[in-house]
């Protein structure tokens, strides 16, 4: 996986407001004012890195373009709906089983989360726009190639998309410390796992919002599990419960 470039401030300020996921958004060191300061603005408020760079590397990405001392670091990927993800269940004859990463910022475990995802049947996986892992290359590598393979759905709001999803149907189990034990739990019908960030765990108010509060009991003292780990045995948990893993 590379990423993609998008040069000059029209363009740029377009893929801010719609639907593609930006990476990082490189500004020229002297550039100041008018559209580009309500880049930078729109950035922050997105939750978009914006690196200040030399004009002769914007030179080397705009190629023959007019870059006017902007451009945006998209990802290549070809995010899907929550429909599709839906619809994907559906084709398999299955209950919805969806994932949802909440302000994870590693790209080795996000990378990790989606390897397993993608060996566990995962449906789908849902990222929020703002404060999230860019999909890069380091995200690329990490999950060996599954990133290709994985059904990837930008979303906005986290609380909205968790009610969205009630409405459908699904149980909501978000992973924490001090919750039910994983496996007591029934994930055998339409359930989303939701993976708070590193360190951080669920935030307050989505954890507020889940139907199940999952953890996974540990012997040891004053340690817990990263959240790639943590994934991996909840979403391997539900292929249990659903009695498809092979025998």
């Known amino acids: 996986m590379t990423e993609d470039f998008v040069v ?35 950035a922050k408020e997105y939750g978009i890195i914006v690196e200040y760079v030399k004009k002769e590397k914007l ?23 929550i429909d599709e993800v839906f619809l994907k269940a559906a084709d398999k004859s299955e209950p919805p089983f969806i994932l949802l990463l909440d302000g994870l910022q590693d790209p080795q475990n996000v990378g990790a989360i989606l390897r397993s995802a993608d060996a566990a049947g995962v449906h789908g996986v849902l990222l929020p726009k703002r404060r999230s892992c860019s999909l890069n290359t380091s995200v690329a590598k990490s999950s060996a190639g599954a990133i290709e393979h994985v059904s990837l759905v930008h979303i906005g709001n986290v609380g909205n998309t968790i009610e969205e999803l009630k409405k459908r149907g699904c149980w909501i189990v978000g992973a924490d410390m001090d919750g039910e034990v994983f496996y007591n739990i029934d994930l ?51 292929l249990r419960q659903r009695k498809v893993v092979d025998k």
Do not use: W
Not at 14 to 40: C, F, M, P, W, Y
Not at 59 to 77: N, T, Y
């Open 59 to 81: 030179d080397k990405l705009g190629a023959k373009l007019r870059h006017q001392g902007v451009a945006a670091m998209v990802s290549p990927v070809d995010f899907k709906t």
């Open 8 to 42: 000059g401030r029209n363009p740029v300020m377009e893929v801010l407001h719609g639907k593609r996921a930006i990476n990082k958004i490189l500004v020229q060191d002297t550039a100041d004012g008018g559209s580009v300061g309500k880049i930078i603005a729109a």
């Open 188 to 238: 055998t019908g339409a359930v989303v796992l939701v993976i708070g960030a590193e360190g951080k765990g669920l935030g307050q108010l989505v954890r507020k919002k889940c139907d199940f509060i999952a953890s996974i009991p540990m012997k040891g003292q004053g340690v817990s599990l990263n959240a790639s780990v943590a994934g991996a045995l909840l979403m391997y948990e539900v």
